[in-house]
Each structure stands twice: as C-alpha cells, then as structure tokens.
C-alpha cells in the first residue's frame, strides 16, 4: 500500500545545531508539504514543493529550508534550530490533477524539542 | 494574521446527538474546503471537502454546508459515535487547490 513515513518521530536536540527531518511517499505524488503544528495555530505551511528541483516558501518558512531531488523526498532542514522551532512537523503529499479532489494525504509527524 | 478561523476550541456532545463544528474564513478569494480529522500521535486525515459552487456536500453520516454571502462553513456529523472524538481541521484553498490555510482546530468529544 501507499503510505507517506516521517523520520524521526521523536528529535530532541540543542539550540544552535542544524536538523533534518526527513519525508518519503510512495504515493507518486508531484506535490509535498510541510507543516508546523502549534498550539493556538493549527497548521501553518512553512514550505512546499511541486515537483522535482522545485521548492517555494509557506507562511512560516524563516528558518527552514527544503530541497527535491526525486518524486519520493522533501526533506526538511533547520538550519540552526531554535527554542521557537519547538514543535510538531507534519509532512503532507498530494496528486497534481488540476481538477478536485486536492486532499492532502499526511504523514504520523515528528515532534521536535529544542533544548 | 489567520485567514481561517475555528472559533470553538472543543465541543462536547452526547453519542448519538448532532455534533456542528464551525469554521469561518476571511479572504473571499477561497474556492475549496476541506475538513481533516486528527486523532493523537496520528497525522490528520482526509474526511469530506466542498467546491464553492454547492453549498452542501454529504459523505454518510457527515455533511459540510457552505455560506460563501456569510464566509462560513460547518461539518454536521449525525449520529455522533465515540470513535468521532478527535481534532477537526478546517482547511480552505484559492485557484489552484494546492495550498491551503488551515483553522486552529476543534476537539470533539463524543460522551457515550
């Protein structure tokens, strides 16, 4: 079956040191996302990709930075992570059909703790 | 500034009752909606979604309303079940469908 796998799902780490979360879907999917869930926010979209060697800026994305290689990753990095970058981060994938429905299918999430 | 707003942090409602949740938007230029529901430790997943060209969309026991005059949209789930109890995203897209803006969420919670 298709699924969407997130890596880890638990990060703890120190202020200052550089992070990578890491997404697969075996969906096929052009699109993928990102997101940060916090309290009183919901999700909020900190980067998105729609296809290969493409990558574009969300809502939240000071601080965050992306790359796409292939159909199957978007890894998420924190460049030098931060006590505000405390958080759950959700990675999400859709179909590119340019016609509804446009659901996003999304991963289990990793919690990160920055200490 | 949200663009998407649910208004009702939780809601609490008897099993087999109706359970309304609420969500309200602000720019005009949003044309899909999309509900999610989302359980503890699980990513959220897909539950119903709406075009702005119907002001209703039923999928069994939920139904998701639009008011596109009032800029509001809610999720109607009869009879509500135990298993409902979860957090209810509202999520609302322009154009192109491929990026949206979520609402803060609502708990549910179904009391059998």
């Known amino acids: 079956d298709a699924e969407i796998t997130q890596s880890p799902r638990h990060k703890i780490t120190e202020t200052g040191r550089q992070v990578t979360l890491a997404c697969h879907q075996t969906?096929?999917?052009?699109?993928m996302f990102w997101y940060r869930q916090d309290l009183g926010h919901g999700l909020r979209l900190i980067h998105y990709s729609y296809g290969v060697q493409d990558t574009n800026k969300g809502e939240v994305s000071d601080g965050y930075s992306v790359s796409r290689s292939n159909t199957e990753d978007l890894p998420l990095t924190l460049e030098s992570a931060a006590s505000s970058q405390t958080s759950v981060y959700f990675c999400?994938?859709?179909?590119?059909?340019?016609?509804?429905?446009?659901?996003?299918?999304f991963g289990p999430g990793t919690r990160l703790t920055v200490t | 500034d949200q663009q998407v707003k649910q208004n009702s942090p939780s809601l609490s409602v008897q099993e087999g009752r109706i359970s309304i949740l609420n969500c309200d938007y602000t720019?005009?230029?949003?044309?899909?909606f999309l509900w999610y529901k989302k359980y503890p430790a699980e990513g959220p997943t897909f539950l119903i979604s709406i075009s702005s060209i119907k002001d209703k969309n039923e999928d069994g026991r939920f139904t998701v309303f639009l008011n596109k005059s009032a800029k509001h949209l809610s999720l109607h789930i009869v009879p509500s079940q135990p298993g409902d109890s979860a957090v209810y995203f509202c999520?609302?897209?322009?154009?192109?469908?491929?990026?949206?803006?979520f609402g803060t969420g609502t708990s549910l919670t179904v009391i059998p």
């Open positions: 969906w096929n999917h052009n699109n």
């Open positions: 999520a609302a897209s322009r154009n192109t469908g491929n990026q949206f803006y």
């Open positions: 999400a994938s859709s179909a590119n059909l340019g016609r509804p429905p446009y659901e996003q299918y």
């Open positions: 720019n005009s230029m949003f044309d899909y």
